[in-house]
């Protein structure tokens, strides 16, 4: 009797691998590909640094990094000395800010009902912003802080402040070297180049990359009704999301109406990644849905011309749920004091 309970045992083992496997395979064939680490992880981020065009004799250094944190969390990029890019994209809450639309100057909303997307591993999108106007990080971080309605500080003042800091001078010199000219690029870049390093690799890549034990079989059941549903059709590549793509192409998305945004001049919008979509709610560009499965059904109404159930929106869930992945550690940086003429914050 043992001996027929452990042939059973076995041959179970060896049907969930097969269909591990299958699963796997599915996943790369439906574009689906795992976060890139180690080596290569470090050839993309210094790529990305380097289409920023900084000039430096080395790039991604301890310096700059820390400098770009600086730079994140400083609300005195902003005209009221009050908003940071952390408020918006908190890296404590998913990398976003939990609020359906973004926040601004003097308590202003996103005049479009924006909602904030994640900036953990932004870097691999395509396009930056919901419309795709931004191509890297670095032209990005230089919209909200000029927007009126966002950081609503000219380059100018930015500068201003930044260079009337003792502080910051000696941190850029330290990061660039003493001859380096503080600009607003610069200022932006800096702050691009730190968020190349947010990068969260979960249970899902580890999957990817082979190991097959690393989700759970209601996980992978998750996964593969993912796949066949068609949600990889626009939720691919390492980040599952970040290319532009038509909205709405089967029915008319209910709430269209909040905010108004049409996305680019040929009506795409850029893709979401679904990475840490679990911490990251609500959903769509106007923040209009709280639960993760009810965004999936809505998706599958819209996009694909489907009605995807209760259940398999669960199952869906699970495997999203997957891709919560691991947080760099980030110390909360000590900012330089105000220079004796550092302007005052404009309300």
Known sequence: MKKLLGISIACSALLIAGSA?????????????AMPKGKK????????????????????????IELGKMLYFDPRISSSNLISCNT????????????????????QANPSALNSPTVYNSLFNAVQFWDGRAHNLGDQAQGPIQS????????ELVVQKITSIPGYIQAFQKAYGKDTKIDF????????????????????DEF?????????????????????????????GVNLGGTMQPFAVAKPYRFANIGGFKGDKDGLIKVPTLRNVAETMPYFHNGAFW???????????????????????????????????????????????????TPKPIF
């Open 21 to 33: 496997e299958d699963v796997l395979k599915m996943a790369k064939d439906a574009g689906l590909e």
């Open 41 to 64: 992880l470090k050839e993309i981020q210094m790529q990305k640094v380097k289409e920023l065009g900084i000039r430096s004799r080395k790039l991604l250094t301890k310096e700059q």
């Open 88 to 107: 918006c994209h908190n890296l404590a809450l998913g990398g976003s800010d939990l609020v359906p639309a973004a926040i601004g100057h003097k308590w």
């Open 148 to 155: 009126d309605v966002e950081m609503s500080a000219p380059p």
């Open 185 to 204: 690029k610069l200022i932006a870049d800096s702050i691009a180049l730190f968020e190349t390093t947010l990068v969260t690799p979960s249970r899902y």
């Open 208 to 236: 990817m990359s082979g190991n097959l034990k690393a989700l759970s079989a209601e996980e992978q059941e998750g996964l593969k009704t993912f796949i066949d549903k068609g949600c990889a059709s626009c939720h691919s």
């Open 291 to 341: 639960e993760l499965k009810d965004a999936i059904k809505e998706m599958g109404s819209i996009q694909l011309d489907i009605a995807i159930s209760d259940e398999e929106a669960q199952k869906i869930e699970t495997f999203l749920k997957t891709l919560t992945g691991k947080k760099p550690q980030i110390i909360y940086p000590i900012l330089p004091a105000n220079g004796e003429n």
